[in-house]
């Protein structure tokens, strides 16, 4: 075995893949157990979304609408939109006087708790399995959303507290399934069933968004916590019973689909679990690309994701019932993109033969300069609605191509460590989670379009030094520290 191809930068197309994949014939996608497992992580990961980002809209009605009014929509540039009456049933629940600050602090308080998990859940996924950490992991935030207007009306310190829990449960989601695909995704396939599988953090933000104004304008805000906690509940019970670690495992599984993927991934995969290359992974280049390209990614995706109701509402003018649908639009054609860049990515890779480096690196760049350009364009659209939020969808939009990008690189250079690999860079990309909104928020005091241009700058700032980075450090091939085990335990 010729170690020297994980080495070769230049000449990364997936010739030991193609090998060994051609060996057994390709097992149909159709009914195929690898993309039930695609379907029902994105069930999981539209979950996990539409718990993070539903307090982002509650928000809005949560505060003392007489007191925010006079503070916020007297400096707001925009004019109001008119409000539609609200069914007289809609004022039962309770409402706070949170100043800006403490709204910051209750917005990012969730990523306090997030950033602690991700590296001991790519650590445990490995060692113990990824099948029941990410459903307890879930689970548990499942329960504590559940225990959200609770939290809130014994004050905002509890609420913090909770959401800090959330985020401790959700930490672990994405290392556990990274680790789960290292051991389900073919290197041919990697593009399509990560981009299935991811598309639910989309849809989940695609939905929770209007649903949750729909909610908060019939019902009231606190039923956008029971909803969703009861959607997740029905996702751990499918995926207690229909998903398993690995193709070893499955029940149910094909022979031929076994055989399919666990050839494809003979020459890859450690067989020394018990071994980690500590050392060899945090000095590796192309990990520290990865991290890079993440925060920076991160930073607009986050200050979006927790911040554009509240912009919608204070800055646009629109109501409750408006903002969440118009919210949404974003995440719309972000999860559009990222299925078909997915699509292509994978095209490239297999049929156009072209390096897997340039397939990562090229997307990155679109998924990451694209919506710096267009976030920074929102800024000047003024009042004029209909441009500002296309701006805002085409933005996010753009990003969903690096679904294709940086975002599943760690499977490229290490699908050993994986999920230690996610582990480590979403832990660096999630303290633009923790600091983004409270920065923004302390930028907006005013809620006026200069400032909130601010943001939006800071924000396509960092994306295109993160985009340089990536494009300078990345990598495409599997790194020798991720397969030498493999080499040296192997007959």
């Not at 539609?84 to 004022?91: F, G, I, M, T, Y």
Request: aromatic share 14%; hydrophobic share 45%; with cysteine.
């Amino acid at each position: 075995m010729e170690r020297g191809e994980s080495d070769t930068e230049g000449d990364d197309t997936p010739l030991l893949h193609r090998g060994t994949e051609d060996k057994v014939q390709r097992a149909p996608a159709c009914c195929s157990s690898r993309y039930g497992l695609a379907l029902l992580s994105s069930f999981g990961f539209f979950v996990v979304y539409s718990l993070r980002v539903n307090l982002s809209v509650a928000m809005v009605d949560m505060l003392n609408n007489t007191h925010q009014s006079s503070t916020n929509h007297s400096s707001s540039v925009c004019p109001a939109h008119a409000n539609p009456a609200r069914p007289k049933h809609n004022h039962t629940a309770s409402v706070y006087d949170w100043d800006s600050q403490t709204q910051g602090w209750i917005l990012g308080s969730f990523f306090y708790g997030y950033i602690l998990t991700q590296i001991p859940g790519g650590y445990l996924s490995g060692r113990f399995g990824p099948k029941w950490l990410m459903g307890f992991g879930i689970l548990g935030t499942v329960v504590f959303t559940l225990l959200t207007p609770v939290a809130a009306d014994l004050g905002a310190s509890y609420l913090i507290a909770v959401r800090v829990l959330e985020g401790i449960g959700e930490g672990v989601t994405f290392p556990a399934m990274y680790t789960m695909w290292a051991a389900w995704a073919p290197p041919l396939e990697r593009s399509r069933l990560l981009t299935i599988s991811y598309i639910g953090a989309q849809l989940g933000t695609v939905i929770a968004l209007p649903l949750s104004g729909e909610i908060c304008f019939y019902l009231d805000w606190t039923y956008v916590f029971y909803v969703f906690g009861a959607v997740g509940l029905v996702w751990f019970f499918l995926w207690a019973f229909l998903v398993f670690d690995s193709p070893n495992t499955h029940p149910r599984i094909s022979e031929r689909e076994r055989l399919y993927i666990t050839t494809s991934l003979k020459n890859e995969l450690s067989t020394s679990a018990g071994y980690i290359p500590w050392r060899a992974i945090l000095t590796s280049m192309p990990l520290w690309a990865i991290v890079v390209a993440h925060f920076s990614y991160n930073w607009t995706f986050y200050t979006l994701l927790t911040l554009l109701p509240t912009y919608m509402n204070d800055v646009l003018g629109f109501s409750i019932q408006q903002n969440g649908m118009l919210s949404a639009l974003p995440y719309i054609g972000c999860a559009v993109l990222a299925v078909l860049s997915g699509q292509l990515a994978d095209y490239l890779r297999e049929t156009c033969l072209y390096p897997t480096v340039v397939v990562r690196k090229s997307f990155s760049i679109v998924g990451m300069l694209g919506p710096a350009v267009f976030l920074v364009a929102v800024g000047y659209t003024g009042c004029n609605y209909t441009l500002a939020v296309t701006f805002l969808t085409i933005s996010s939009a753009l990003g969903g191509v690096s679904a294709s990008g940086f975002n599943i690189n760690h499977l490229d250079i290490a699908p050993s460590y994986a999920g230690i690999l996610l582990g480590i860079t979403n832990t660096f990309a999630t303290i633009p989670g923790m600091v983004g909104p409270v920065i923004a928020r302390e930028l907006t005091k005013q809620n006026t379009i200069e400032e909130w241009q601010t943001v939006f700058y800071i924000a396509a700032a960092i994306n295109l030094f993160g985009a340089a980075f990536y494009t300078l450090f990345g990598r495409g091939t599997v790194q020798p520290w991720a397969v030498h085990t493999s080499f040296s335990n192997r007959d």
